[in-house]
């Protein structure tokens, strides 16, 4: 049974508008949202598993510490009791969806949560994905729908190959089949997924996560700043001299372990805000209410100056956490020291001001 948001609604109503508790599940992105959210006047909860507590009680981030014996336990209907007890909105992170699980946040999640919580389903998933980037035509890579019709160099992508594990790069057909069986006999794949093999254009470009921010209370999309990853073991092996790479014989993975501020060239940034509002545009028709709040776009620049969308995050995504004092660009929107984490708090304090929480709640 999927969740009504008059539920929702209804629980919203019975709380206590003047102390309300900022919460969310104690990974992720939750040291700056909590943070941000007791610099805007909030309280804030962490649930977190046993053990893991340690640097929000050191950052002393969060008034109520809900611990649980696994982070998925934050489902269990004695914890949603607990933070309805407390007045809470969650805030949704990659973690939080992670553990918590899509099906349960669409179904049985009942507290009430910050954004659209119906539009996580569609970052998850590829071709939902897809479509909201095609939707207002957003430059992404080329997609290949069979292997023969390789033309240069792509990338190959698996399903639930979660940090790029297996990914790999090949220029051509047989270098795909090659490599394909290779993997098929060392048993990383089965057959099964070569069908699900995602083929797309190999972008030789630079990276750059452009974090959003869309407020539906004032209709504008915000430019609040921008990351690059820091991938294992992708970049620890680029100090390896090329032949010596040769030699080891060497199968890249792209596991996210941290990120780099950056900043774009400023000419590249009319297509950066052209991107968002496309997106926030194609969400808005495709998964009302649309995108509300934080999200991200993932892509590679290449030498021709294009802006190549590869991936998106609907929600807070873990590049924030380069700018938790702020960011350039947050700084040339608001001043010193806005964070995401921040940015959030501040438009629900305003929608509590305006009478608004329905607008930005799911
Ligand atoms: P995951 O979601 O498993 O982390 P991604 O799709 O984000 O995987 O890809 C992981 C990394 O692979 C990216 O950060 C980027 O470095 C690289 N990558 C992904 N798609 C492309 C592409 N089309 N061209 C070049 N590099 C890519």
Redesign the pocket.
Known sequence: MSLEKKEIMNLLDKYDKDEITIATLGSHTSLHILNGAKEEGFKTAVVCEKGREIPYKRFNVADEYILVDKFSDIVNTDIQKRLQELNSIIIPHGSFVAYAGLDEIENDFTVPMYGNRNILRWEAERDLERKLLVEENIRI?KKYDKPENIDRSV?V?FPG????RG?FVASSYDEFDHKINDMKSRGWIEDEDIEKAHI????AGC?YCIHYFYSPLNDEVELMGMDS?Y?SS?DGVVRIPAKDQLDINFEPS?L?TGNHPVVMRESLLTQVFEIGDRLVRSANKLVAPGLNGPFCM?T?VNDELEVIV??ISARIDGGTNSFMDGSPYSYLRYGSGMSMGRRIALEIKAAIEKGELNKIIT
Request: charged share 30%.
């Open positions: 890579p990338m992508k190959a979660r940090g790029g990914y797309e254009e190999y972008v990276n990853r991938e992708i792209y996210i993932q590679l590869f991936e």
